[in-house]
């Protein structure tokens, strides 16, 4: 091994990325199964080509127009007054914005608090930017009570608090009162993220975070093309916020960070919205029926706004995803023990790990 000076902390741990084996069936990270219809491939080939005619140039390094874009998408998307461009900063998915936020306001002798089981990359950003890593704990049924959150926080005492709705791997949604609740305790200590990878497939009466922005300054709230959008492959992500908490995020980022390629492909998907987004209805409610048919089969299922179900309890959860794997079925081993995380697929993906699973509960009768 070469003798090279690495953080200890880097040098122990594994890059982070689930198992990408070429099985047909993939269900393992929540990507919308719908490729984007041919429609949108042109008009996305079409900006992008008129991108390249100027690519010896930096691109726009604050994206005037993507901003401007991302702002009508949420004034439309949750039906709240005003978003302006000055509310949205984005970057190459909201993974890196997650960084942004961290670089800005966290960093050394400061924390950074999330409620597991979730999104197991905060610990990373956490690593990444020397933050310290104070997460508290979900309740049994994955629900986050508002006392409890926020005795977390006065013990933990973080400049960051993330709030993950719906929350991954467990699908779950927090209800704005708690939002509100942990945001009031939050002022002047810590900003408050929350980040809504998931919400577009929220279901009808649930809320975005979007409507508190008026009211609480230090919040921030995350979105993603990754999920619903059916754009993984763009790695485009966003925040809003207001616009002095966006400020800062602009000092910390690298210079042109968002190329002009992503920003062009960005605007077309943005110009078909729609047709982006077709899909989800029918991924919301196959999601509702396949936590039925889990239920239906004796298993707990987590009650979910997101387009995959947390499902247990397994006594032995790995043996039960190499069985899957085996049947051509990847999904993902996450969350707490005994659990297992199925993204809502096609129709034909869905029914297959199904039909998968009760081989395998025969097999193991
Ligand atoms: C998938 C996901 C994201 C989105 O990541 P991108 O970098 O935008 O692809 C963010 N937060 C959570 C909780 C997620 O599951």
Redesign the pocket.
């Known amino acids: 091994m070469a003798n090279l000076p690495v953080r200890p902390e880097i040098a122990a741990a594994a890059p982070y990325g689930a198992p990408h084996p070429p099985v047909p069936v993939r269900l393992n990270v929540?990507e919308n199964p719908y490729p984007p219809p041919p429609e949108v491939v042109s008009s996305m080939s079409a900006r992008v080509a008129a991108a390249a005619a100027g690519i010896n140039r930096y691109p726009d390094r604050d994206f005037a127009e993507l901003r401007s874009a991302l702002a009508d998408y949420l004034i439309r998307e949750a039906g709240v007054a005003e978003i302006s461009p000055d509310m949205i900063w984005a970057a190459n998915?909201?993974?890196?914005v997650m960084l942004h936020i961290l670089q800005a306001f966290g960093g050394p002798g400061r924390a950074v608090t999330a409620f597991e089981p979730t999104?197991s990359m905060y610990r990373e950003y956490a690593r990444d930017t020397f933050t310290a890593w104070k997460p508290g704990k979900l309740e049994a049924d994955f629900s986050l009570e508002a006392g409890h959150g926020i005795g977390h926080i006065a013990r933990a005492r973080p400049t960051v608090v993330l709030l993950?709705s719906p929350n991954?791997p467990t699908g779950t949604a927090l209800p704005l009162t708690t939002i509100d609740a942990i945001a009031r305790h939050a002022e002047g200590r810590a900003v408050v993220v929350v980040?809504e990878?998931y919400a577009e497939f929220r279901r009808p009466g649930t809320p975005s975070a979007l409507e508190l922005l008026g009211e609480h300054r230090h919040l921030a709230v995350t979105r993603?093309m990754?999920?619903a959008f059916a754009a993984?492959g763009l790695?485009l992500?966003y925040v809003a916020a207001d616009p002095e908490l966006i400020g800062y995020l602009r000092t910390v980022r690298l210079p042109y960070h968002l190329s002009a390629i992503t920003q062009a492909a960005a605007l077309a998907a943005l110009d078909h919205a729609g047709l982006m987004l077709a899909g989800v209805a029918e991924l919301a409610d196959r999601r509702d029926r396949l936590a039925a048919a889990l239920a239906a089969m004796g298993f707990e299922v987590a009650d979910s706004d997101a387009n995959f179900v947390l499902f247990g309890r397994l006594a032995d959860r790995h043996d039960v995803w190499e069985r899957l794997l085996a049947r051509g079925v990847i999904i993902r081993e996450v969350g707490p023990p005994g659990w297992l995380r199925v993204s809502v697929g096609t129709e034909a993906e869905t029914l297959a790990f199904l039909r998968a699973l009760a081989d395998i509960r025969k097999e193991l009768e």
């Open positions: 929540n998915g909201s993974n890196e999104y993950t991954n980040d990878a993603t990754s999920k993984a790695r992500g």
